[in-house]
């Protein structure tokens, strides 16, 4: 059984309730929401929040009743591994064993359905721990990435034995994009953190891993939202 999930929080520092904003004509957690309940491999789909009014929509739209998240959870210092395993144990006692949690960021509207199939391929074909989405960063800290020494001297994040003149042969490195999380329901249970097993990287384009914690990245996510509706994008 594949139980999709998002957790929403009713505050946000940087966009005061931005999970419930409207963007492109609905709720921004609809976005991710319809994509669970469209998406024909999940089979059940669970909201995690603190707001009474986002619980209420999502159970009218045919979430699991897991009640409201414990206040323990609700602060904006709490992460996403103890928010996730509150849920697979809420979930777990309504409907049994679930054998993967696959997790949705509500502020990253612009995945698409087939990314939630690609990185559940990914997790079935490698079998890891957990599947995370990632992007290429934009800056790699063997090239241009800097940051001061004692005397305020800049110098390379990560320096290298021999200087890189480009970026193409710098390491590879990925950026977390918070969007797009696909966890083995043993390792949910018994690790503490992201890190602690084998964690592999679904790679999405740049442009749809952008998510919104700031009312400039509104913006711009409906900018491209709407571009995609008139079917540029």
């Known amino acids: 059984m594949i139980l999709g999930h998002i957790g929403?929080?009713?505050?946000?520092?940087g966009?005061?309730?931005?999970?419930?904003?409207?963007?492109?004509?609905?709720?921004?957690?609809?976005?991710?929401?319809?994509?669970?309940?469209?998406?024909?491999?999940i089979d059940v789909v669970v909201v995690s929040t603190d707001d009474e009014e986002i619980f209420k929509h999502a159970v009218?739209?045919?979430?699991l009743a897991i009640g409201l998240r414990p206040d323990y959870l609700a602060t904006d210092g709490v992460g996403?591994?103890?928010?996730w395993q509150h849920s697979l144990a809420a979930s777990e006692s309504l409907i049994g064993r679930v054998d993967i949690f696959l997790d949705l960021d509500a502020t990253s509207p612009l995945r698409i359905s087939s990314d939630i199939t690609n990185a559940l391929d990914l997790y079935q074909t490698e079998k890891?721990?957990?599947?995370?989405?990632?992007c290429e960063a934009r800056k790699n800290p063997?090239?241009?990435?800097?940051?001061?020494?004692?005397?305020?001297?800049?110098?390379?994040?990560?320096?290298?034995?021999?200087?890189?003149l480009a970026r193409q042969v710098a390491p590879t490195v990925y950026e977390h994009?918070?969007?797009?999380?696909?966890?083995k329901r043993d390792y949910l249970k018994a690790a503490k953190s992201l890190y602690e097993g084998r964690v592999i990287p679904f790679i999405m384009d740049a442009e749809r891993c952008l998510d919104i914690d700031t009312p400039f990245d509104f913006k711009l996510v409906e900018f491209l939202?709407?571009?995609?509706l008139k079917g540029n994008i």
Not at 60 to 63: D, E, F, I, L, W
Not at 142 to 164: M, Q, R, T
Not at 177 to 183: D, G, L, N, R
């Open 142 to 164: 063997y090239f241009n990435l800097v940051e001061p020494d004692k005397s305020g001297a800049l110098n390379i994040s990560k320096p290298l034995p021999s200087i890189v």
């Open 128 to 134: 890891p721990d957990m599947v995370m989405s990632c």
């Open 60 to 63: 009218s739209k045919g979430a």
């Open 15 to 41: 966009l005061p309730g931005k999970n419930f904003k409207l963007i492109c004509g609905k709720p921004l957690v609809d976005w991710s929401l319809e994509q669970l309940f469209d998406h024909p491999e």
């Open 80 to 83: 996403k591994w103890d928010v």
């Open 177 to 183: 994009a918070a969007s797009t999380y696909v966890i």
């Open 8 to 13: 929403v929080r009713k505050g946000s520092k």
């Open 225 to 228: 939202l709407n571009d995609r």
